[in-house]
């Protein structure tokens, strides 16, 4: 095996391959319906590190790849999450400062415990405390604090393995316990109704009764006069016809406002209007809210957009959504102006794959750098938020403004989800073999009991701490609580578990977002007081 273990030690790239094709192999295999999914590509790699050091030959993915797959990951994540990250930032504080303060407590029960009950190091105890959270960084600030690195990657070392393990549990309750979730999106759909009412009201004043967007994609004045977009101020008639968009209980509201259900479907009629779903791939469009789109369609086609199809799920298109390339938008059209719809939005394949190279080189480039800037906490000890937390900002930044000028800086929801998958895995393989090279020798310290025992409790009181907090006091939905968890933990290997066990369900991808940039923080500052006591 030392031949085989030597070639994989002059091949970092074959090596980084080879993790993560035959590491995603078992993390397919499931268990009672159960996988790993792409954690299965950091516990193999531990694992081959690890059987490596027996023969005394360090197999290493450079860390150069894990932070090239990190940076893309991050960046993927904050970009896709961008518009609905800003949308729920100030529902996010509250779960944002419990966050911190849990750190804090498991940070000061690791000083009780560890040093005062176990009497360990404090650079051990500091360095578990940054493998309990799984945090790299952590770990640098703690050992430059405490004075003593090589002790803290010790601590580090053993206390990471159940930092992943705990909280992919903590992340299985929360999904396990996601059935009767509050913020699930509700499925979109249509309804043809007749108006009962005889007082003519606005349309604008019906839709205005609503919180949420609702359209109205179509009129007819009786049951054979001609089809036509309304307009807000159009005004309803007594028996006249109408297709709503919305969901179930917004059509509900809807029919009790107007009248009741038709059995005439206006969809069918095809003579007067058509509707189809085409694909955004013009660049243009990219960053355009519907509102603009649709006031440009109206003008140039008569049409409008009525719904907006990203990734799997259907929303209605409210006038603030923004497009990205990529996007299906549901159009309704004159019959006669479908071919000129088409051209318009591009229709094309391309927008599926389209990677936007200028945005994914500026924003990460941007974002390592951000991450590279030191700060000040005390006169001899700086810190950085990391190339992570700062391709992940300026992701979110670039998400959000969808374009800046000319230029684009959305990236599609396909190519996001590539490029996060992709990032990912670079990321474990490196992080993997970076912690199963330290394994042995942190096994062969004589406190290796009390280190994970320490961690053990630490992972534990966060993983506890925060489920409870989220699900009693903010009243957090399981799906998106599994994402909160992973961001918590600033742990990849985590929200791979949970895209996993949910089939990528966009909410947990935006709870990852919420808390990351914060938990990145908040940990190394943490970490830094807890190794300078």
Same mark, same amino acid.
């Given at each position: 095996?030392?031949?085989?273990?030597?070639?994989?030690?002059?091949?970092?790239?074959?090596?980084?391959?080879?993790?993560?094709?035959?590491?995603?192999?078992?993390?397919?295999? %499931?268990?009672?319906?159960?996988?790993?999914?792409?954690?299965?590509?950091?516990?193999?790699?531990?694992?081959?590190?690890?059987?490596?050091?027996?023969?005394?030959?360090?197999?290493?993915?450079?860390?150069?790849?894990?932070?090239?797959?990190?940076?893309?990951?991050?960046?993927?994540?904050?970009?896709?999450?961008?518009?609905?990250?800003?949308?729920?930032?100030?529902?996010?504080?509250?779960?944002?400062?419990?966050?911190?303060?849990?750190?804090?407590?498991?940070?000061?029960?690791?000083?009780?415990?560890?040093?005062?009950?176990?009497?360990?190091?404090?650079?051990?105890?500091?360095?578990?405390?940054?493998?309990?959270?799984?945090?790299?960084?952590?770990?640098?600030?703690?050992?430059?604090?405490?004075?003593?690195?090589?002790?803290?990657?010790?601590?580090?070392?053993?206390?990471?393995?159940?930092?992943?393990?705990?909280?992919?549990?903590?992340?299985?309750?929360?999904?396990?316990?996601?059935?009767?979730?509050?913020?699930?999106?509700?499925?979109?759909?249509?309804?043809?109704?007749?108006?009962?009412?005889?007082?003519?009201?606005?349309?604008?004043?019906?839709?205005?009764?609503?919180?949420?967007?609702?359209?109205?994609?179509?009129?007819?004045?009786?049951?054979?006069?001609?089809?036509?977009?309304?307009?807000?101020?159009?005004?309803?008639?007594?028996?006249? *016809?109408?297709?709503?968009?919305?969901?179930?209980?917004?059509?509900?509201?809807?029919?009790?406002?107007?009248?009741?259900?038709?059995?005439?479907?206006?969809?069918?009629?095809?003579?007067?209007?058509?509707?189809?779903?085409?694909?955004?791939?013009?660049?243009?469009?990219?960053? %355009?809210?519907?509102?603009?789109?649709?006031?440009?369609?109206?003008?140039?086609?008569?049409?409008?957009?009525?719904?907006?199809?990203?990734?799997?799920?259907?929303?209605?298109?409210?006038?603030?959504?923004?497009?990205?390339?990529?996007?299906?938008?549901?159009?309704?059209?004159?019959?006669?102006?479908?071919?000129?719809?088409?051209?318009?939005?591009?229709?094309?394949?391309?927008?599926?794959?389209?990677?936007?190279?200028?945005?994914?080189?500026?924003?990460?480039?941007?974002?390592?750098?951000?991450?590279?800037?030191?700060?000040?906490?005390?006169?001899?000890?700086?810190?950085?938020?990391?190339?992570?937390?700062?391709?992940?900002?300026?992701?979110?930044?670039?998400?959000? *403004?969808?374009?800046?000028?000319?230029?684009?800086?959305?990236?599609?929801?396909?190519?996001?989800?590539?490029?996060?998958?992709?990032?990912?895995?670079?990321?474990?393989?490196?992080?993997?073999?970076?912690?199963?090279?330290?394994?042995?020798?942190?096994?062969?310290?004589?406190?290796?009991?009390?280190? *994970?025992?320490?961690?053990?409790?630490?992972?534990?009181?966060?993983?506890?701490?925060?489920?409870?907090?989220?699900?009693?006091?903010?009243?957090?939905?399981?799906?998106?609580?599994?994402?909160?968890?992973?961001?918590?933990?600033?742990?990849?290997?985590?929200?791979?578990?949970?895209?996993?066990?949910?089939?990528?369900?966009?909410?947990?991808?935006?709870?990852?977002?919420?808390?990351?940039?914060?938990?990145?923080?908040?940990?190394?500052?943490?970490?830094?007081?807890?190794?300078?006591?």
């Amino acid at each position: 095996m030392s031949t085989v273990f030597n070639y994989f030690a002059a091949q970092p790239v074959l090596l980084a391959f080879f993790l993560v094709g035959v590491g995603m192999f078992f993390g397919h295999i %499931k268990i009672k319906g159960v996988s790993l999914g792409a954690a299965a590509v950091l516990f193999f790699a531990i694992g081959f590190s690890a059987w490596a050091t027996v023969y005394g030959i360090e197999v290493v993915v450079p860390h150069e790849i894990g932070i090239m797959g990190l940076a893309l990951f991050t960046f993927a994540i904050g970009n896709n999450s961008g518009p609905s990250f800003f949308e729920n930032i100030k529902r996010a504080l509250g779960p944002m400062v419990t966050m911190v303060l849990m750190y804090v407590l498991a940070a000061a029960t690791g000083y009780i415990v560890g040093v005062k009950l176990l009497g360990m190091d404090i650079a051990l105890v500091a360095g578990t405390f940054a493998g309990s959270v799984t945090n790299t960084p952590a770990l640098a600030a703690a050992g430059e604090a405490s004075g003593n690195a090589q002790l803290a990657t010790i601590g580090y070392s053993i206390a990471y393995l159940y930092g992943v393990i705990g909280m992919m549990i903590a992340a299985a309750i929360a999904i396990k316990n996601s059935s009767q979730d509050q913020d699930k999106p509700e499925p979109v759909t249509h309804a043809n109704l007749r108006v009962d009412r005889d007082d003519q009201p606005m349309l604008k004043d019906i839709l205005g009764l609503f919180k949420t967007p609702i359209e109205v994609s179509r009129l007819r004045r009786g049951e054979t006069g001609p089809i036509w977009i309304p307009s807000p101020t159009d005004v309803l008639e007594k028996d006249d *016809l109408l297709t709503v968009v919305g969901t179930t209980r917004q059509l509900e509201k809807m029919t009790d406002l107007i009248g009741h259900r038709s059995s005439h479907s206006l969809r069918s009629d095809r003579r007067y209007l058509d509707f189809r779903r085409v694909t955004v791939s013009e660049t243009k469009l990219a960053g %355009k809210t519907v509102g603009e789109i649709n006031k440009d369609i109206s003008d140039k086609f008569g049409a409008f957009v009525s719904r907006v199809r990203r990734g799997d799920t259907d929303m209605v298109a409210a006038p603030d959504f923004m497009l990205e390339m990529g996007d299906r938008v549901r159009v309704i059209a004159p019959t006669l102006k479908m071919k000129q719809i088409s051209k318009y939005f591009g229709d094309s394949a391309k927008g599926f794959s389209d990677i936007n190279p200028v945005a994914l080189g500026v924003g990460i480039a941007l974002g390592v750098f951000l991450g590279s800037i030191k700060f000040p906490l005390t006169e001899s000890v700086t810190f950085g938020i990391g190339a992570a937390a700062g391709a992940l900002i300026i992701g979110l930044l670039f998400g959000r *403004l969808g374009r800046i000028g000319g230029v684009v800086t959305a990236l599609p929801n396909t190519t996001c989800s590539v490029l996060s998958e992709l990032g990912l895995l670079l990321f474990l393989a490196q992080a993997g073999t970076n912690a199963g090279g330290k394994i042995s020798a942190a096994f062969a310290s004589g406190d290796w009991i009390n280190i *994970l025992l320490l961690g053990f409790i630490m992972t534990s009181l966060i993983a506890i701490g925060m489920y409870v907090t989220m699900r009693s006091i903010f009243k957090m939905g399981g799906t998106q609580l599994s994402g909160v968890i992973g961001g918590t933990q600033t742990q990849p290997a985590v929200l791979a578990f949970a895209n996993g066990r949910t089939g990528s369900d966009p909410r947990v991808a935006l709870g990852y977002a919420l808390v990351y940039p914060v938990a990145m923080i908040g940990k190394i500052v943490v970490a830094t007081i807890l190794g300078s006591l």
